[in-house]
């Protein structure tokens, strides 16, 4: 007996270039797209209420504040991509891998920030009647524009077949899924072309604005003052940086670094470092301190799982051996040892000690591979934190001062500058945050290097085989357990380092601090999900990942007990639609996306 497949028999238009999603003519949609989106700009210097009890100044005319910068910046880019999309000269360089999708993520930017502050406007002030002029043309705008952009045409896929002997929920899955592949193609953009070769200062003057870019958006978005300015930013900042990557020149901008990866990186560290320079106070310092041991944890961390392919769940645990072994000998009170040895010893003393610990927890465990390895380490983890609470002088030795840890750490001194005091620099104050920043920042330099020259070596090689399948890596002679065990050994060392340093910021080191989960970062589901959301194997890609996952908590600290539920549906959805990470290597964004174009050349440990 043969089973018959059919087509739908809803009518369907058919594939190739068709009208948009809605339908209106593909000149009158682009027409409304950009005829919307100057009218957007036009409202950010209106006001948009008429009480200052909404923060972001948005009573006043002529001046953008607040959330209406957000929305300005969203529509100037959805009007530069629809000139382009008219031809417009000069602009074509915006859009080599084609307009229309980027007209489509800049318009959606524009609508969800402005619909999103025109509502918490109503809900916060208690109904639309307070919205002003400038608020009712904002949304009717921005909606105007996205339902122009909707209307602009796309290839549409070929529908699927379907059984006629499904049952119906088989057929509404049928259907679902016809019209989200429909959906996806709406939002699908071309090939960029490839950058061609410029003069060299031409381009390291591209990398540049690409780096100064960057820190402006990181330095505006730790700078948010309030709540609602800080969701309206990561809301013009996902959609912003989807057009930018619709349009194709995120790409152009890869191409041009990749060809200046040494002056990408130490310009990457350069900026960094302006930032405590942005700051009028220490304030957001310390979030950047943070971010920056949570960072180079997480690159650490990297080696372990990104280019090993090793499920490590106690990772955390190497962070707090090297912060309590610094601890212990940096003259603290509380340390029952009477020795304060200098930062260089103290982090011979840290990262060795989580280099030993590392070896001794791998010799026994790497044998084992995929779910147990995970779950031993997740044990290893728990184990430690446990052990540091016992080691009180009551229920064990007196060591680690049990649940009141080792406190008073004393601050750092370099010879002779004191990490504790404020310096001026160049007519800025720095306070001290921004002097461990400062170190960080350094250490986190040292760590990319181990980074960069163990992957591109014969063991990183050998640590990638050893991820890709373990089996062929054995058949052709590759010793898979002294490979994995410099790996944990490397991974645990470099979180060791940070650890050292952050026993001197946080004042005091507590087994409370190194859980498996929590609320706050660092933790081993932190980490781990710093690497898989940054993209594992690259570097790049934990850093950024860490620094998003410290942020955005922080920020949402307003959601009270709905944080982690809000930061886990965040992260579901990211899985869902991106699951190579933010930044992949090369390799994985073709294991996840089979029809993406092939590379011509694969880099060095597929990154």
């Not at 008429?50 to 957000?70: D, E, S």
Request: hydrophobic share 50%.
């Amino acid at each position: 007996m043969t089973t018959q497949t059919t087509a739908p028999e809803t009518p369907t238009p058919a594939s190739g270039k068709t009208a948009g999603l809605i339908g209106l003519p593909e000149k009158t949609g682009l027409a409304l797209a950009l005829g919307g989106s100057v009218l957007t700009i036009i409202s950010t210097f209106l006001a948009w209420t008429w009480t200052t009890a909404f923060p972001g100044k948005l009573t006043i005319y002529g001046y953008p504040g607040g959330l209406q910068v957000l929305v300005l910046i969203g529509g100037a880019l959805a009007t530069l991509f629809c000139l382009a999309r008219y031809g417009v000269k000069g602009l074509g360089w915006l859009v080599p891998a084609g307009a229309d999708a980027a007209i489509k993520f800049a318009t959606l930017a524009t609508f969800a920030t402005s619909w999103y502050t025109v509502l918490a406007i109503s809900v916060d002030l208690g109904g639309i009647v307070n919205l002003e002029p400038g608020g009712y043309l904002v949304a009717i705008a921005s909606l105007a524009a996205f339902l122009g952009a909707l209307a602009l045409p796309f290839e549409r896929p070929e529908p699927d077949p379907f059984d006629p002997d499904d049952t119906g929920w088989e057929l509404f899955k049928h259907q679902v899924a016809g019209k989200w592949a429909t959906v996806k193609a709406a939002f699908a953009t071309g090939t960029p072309r490839r950058v061609g070769t410029l003069p060299s200062y031409v381009e390291i003057l591209i990398i540049v604005a690409v780096l100064a870019l960057g820190l402006t958006v990181f330095t505006y978005g730790i700078g948010t003052e309030y709540d609602e300015l800080f969701i309206g930013f990561l809301i013009t900042a996902a959609f912003g940086f989807a057009a930018l990557n619709k349009s194709g020149l995120i790409a152009q901008a890869s191409q041009i670094t990749a060809r200046h990866q040494n002056i990408t990186i130490c310009g990457a560290f350069v900026a960094a470092a302006l930032f405590p320079f942005t700051q009028t106070d220490d304030q957001y310092a310390t979030i950047g301190v943070y971010i920056l041991i949570f960072a180079t944890v997480a690159l650490g961390l990297n080696i372990v799982v990104g280019l090993a392919g090793l499920l490590d769940l106690g990772y955390v645990a190497f962070l707090g051996v090297g912060a309590y072994a610094a601890a212990l000998v940096s003259g603290s009170p509380s340390s029952p040892f009477d020795v304060h040895f200098p930062f260089w010893a103290a982090v011979l003393v840290g990262a060795l000690a989580s280099l030993v610990f590392g070896v001794l927890i791998g010799a026994p465990t790497l044998r084992l591979r995929g779910d147990y390895l995970a779950i031993v380490t997740l044990g290893f983890g728990e184990i430690f934190r446990i052990t540091a609470n016992n080691l009180d002088g009551i229920s064990g030795p007196d060591l680690t001062n049990g649940s009141n840890g080792i406190s008073s750490i004393p601050n750092l001194n370099i010879l002779g500058f004191d990490f504790g005091l404020q310096h001026t620099i160049g007519g800025f104050t720095i306070g001290r945050f921004a002097n461990y920043f400062f170190l960080m920042l350094l250490i986190t330099a040292v760590v990319v290097l181990v980074f960069r020259r163990s992957g591109d070596s014969r063991i990183g090689r050998a640590w990638v085989a050893i991820r890709e399948d373990e089996t062929a890596a054995l058949a052709m002679g590759i010793n898979g357990f002294r490979v994995k065990l410099i790996a944990f050994a490397v991974g645990a060392s470099l979180a060791g380092l940070a650890g050292t340093v952050q026993a001197h910021v946080t004042y005091t080191v507590t087994p409370e601090q190194y859980l498996f989960a929590g609320v706050i970062p660092p933790n081993s589901a932190f980490l781990l999900a710093a690497v898989v959301l940054g993209g594992m194997g690259t570097i790049s890609g934990p850093l950024i990942g860490a620094a998003l996952l410290f942020l955005i908590p922080n920020k949402l600290q307003f959601l009270g007990d709905y944080q982690l539920l809000a930061f886990g549906l965040a992260l579901i959805l990211l899985m869902r639609f991106r699951p190579e990470g933010m930044i992949p290597n090369r390799r994985r964004q073709l294991e996840f996306h089979e029809d993406a174009e092939p590379p011509t050349v694969l880099t060095k440990t597929g990154a």
